[in-house]
């Protein structure tokens, strides 16, 4: 964590660096807010700006924003007055602390805005052999290419390969290549010069420069546009880089490392991605498979998840219920990680018992976890799977598809939430389906008996 404290040191708001520092936070410290924007735009980074709500916090996001520098403002302040701390949430701050500081608050703000404690949860054997090669690379300088899935938790596999590589105390810089309009991407990476175009009002150092001594991680390379592929190439190449506007290069020392949720073998194939880039970043390939083929981790990072939210929300820690549990581990999980972790946010929420039960796990529709099947129900469904993939060929899409819903549908009895667990669709898209073959004349397996609304 790097903060950059904005105010003068008097002695309140010195002791809140003390604590800081403490909790492991590298602080830097400038009297205005026109030194920390100065600081920000030649290249001193900062996760968090703690600022004296004394001063213009207002300006100082403009200001920032203008440069496209974001870095989110916790504003503090001795006595605690409310109207100047109302003054500064509103004017954009995160946050107020109120001074003299209280340890753990400082500590719960820090560890609330920093993005390096996301740890790597793995128990799944597949997954412990993706840690074991990201440990045996970490230590060399080559560059990595991090595929998967959305979800499967790229940037915290990127953020460990820098924890455990000689470059662990130097900064580790992440740019979002997705989430950057394509006429800016070029500045946020290399930087630029005064005046190089309308708004560029001082010299601005980029990414590269930023993370110059440790890792660059190029999140999403893939959105990338052909031009700036071609300049990314020979900075890797040549290890340095023009800013924009700029007359000579300069020197960078980085090590790179890529994602992508997008096959890049095949962006080569349709023109979209350069060749050679591709080469260059794939010195070694860290694949992460899904969680649906690693159900080893699923267990695990449930708990870690209750335990962060439960701490993150004041609420005391409860464990999942047996039931719970089962059907956690059961669903396919097409978000990956990303969409566990927020199930599990929501069940802390939404639970009400000593334990998290099933009821309170929901799914992005609001719709409940199924129902795990038993082992007879998905033998048998398998069987159906296998003896319709036989006669795949010559029917369209549509037909495939209504004959193994069909089928799983048959083999379960009727029973529509075993039948839609073991297809890895929503009840509501296996009602959907069934209501539109009904309505066309074709004759659909009927609720199992005596089960009620789940069969149905």
Not at 35 to 51: H, S
Not at 428 to 433: C, G, V
């Amino acid at each position: 964590m790097r903060l950059l404290v904005v105010g003068k040191l008097n002695g309140q708001l010195s002791l809140a660096v003390k604590m800081a520092m403490n909790t492991g936070a590298k602080v830097a410290h400038v009297e205005t807010t026109a030194a920390a924007t100065q600081a920000l735009r030649a290249g001193q980074g900062a996760d968090l700006l703690m600022v004296d709500y004394e001063l213009d916090i207002a300006g100082l996001i403009a200001a920032n924003e203008a440069e496209r520098i974001r870095v989110p403002v916790v504003a503090c302040g001795v006595a605690a007055d409310a109207q100047k701390a109302g003054d500064a949430i509103r004017a954009g701050a995160i946050e107020f602390i109120p001074l003299p500081p209280e340890a753990d608050l400082i500590a719960a703000v820090l560890a609330a805005v920093s993005d390096d404690n996301r740890p790597m949860v793995a128990r799944d054997p597949i997954m412990e052999q993706v840690i074991k090669l990201a440990d045996q690379i970490a230590p060399s300088e080559a560059s990595i290419l991090i595929t998967g899935e959305s979800g499967v938790g790229k940037e915290v596999m990127a953020r460990y390969v820098h924890t455990k590589s000689k470059r662990a105390s130097k900064p580790f810089i992440s740019v979002n290549c997705a989430a950057i309009p394509e006429n800016l991407l070029e500045s946020e990476l290399f930087g630029h010069e005064k005046g190089a175009f309308t708004g560029a009002v001082a010299r601005r150092v980029g990414k590269f420069e930023e993370a110059d001594g440790g890792t660059l991680l190029l999140d999403e390379i893939s959105e990338m546009d052909a031009r700036l592929q071609a300049k990314l190439l020979r900075a890797i190449q040549e290890r340095e880089i023009d800013r924009v506007g700029g007359s000579r290069p300069v020197k960078v020392n980085i090590r790179i490392l890529a994602t992508s949720n997008r096959d890049l073998a095949a962006a080569v194939k349709d023109g979209t991605f350069r060749e050679d880039l591709l080469y260059r970043l794939n010195v070694v390939n860290l694949r992460l498979p899904p969680l649906r083929e690693r159900p080893g981790d699923i267990s695990a990072l449930c708990d870690h998840f209750l335990k962060k939210y439960a701490k993150a929300n004041g609420m005391p820690e409860r464990p999942l219920s047996a039931e719970a549990r089962k059907r956690l581990v059961a669903h396919r999980w097409p978000g990956n990680v990303r969409e566990l972790e927020n199930a599990m946010h929501r069940a802390v929420l939404l639970s009400t018992g000593a334990e998290i039960e099933e009821f309170a796990i929901r799914l992005p529709d609001g719709q409940p976890l199924s129902p795990a099947p038993d082992v007879a129900v998905a033998r048998g469904a398998s069987m159906a799977a296998e003896a319709v993939s036989r006669t795949l060929v010559g029917q369209t899409v549509a037909e495939v598809e209504q004959q193994l819903i069909l089928d799983t549908l048959s083999h379960c009895s009727g029973n529509r939430t075993h039948a839609a667990t073991i297809l890895g669709i929503s009840i509501r898209t296996l009602r959907n389906k069934l209501k539109e073959y009904g309505d066309a004349g074709v004759s659909v397996p009927p609720p199992q008996a005596g089960l009620g609304a789940n069969a149905a």
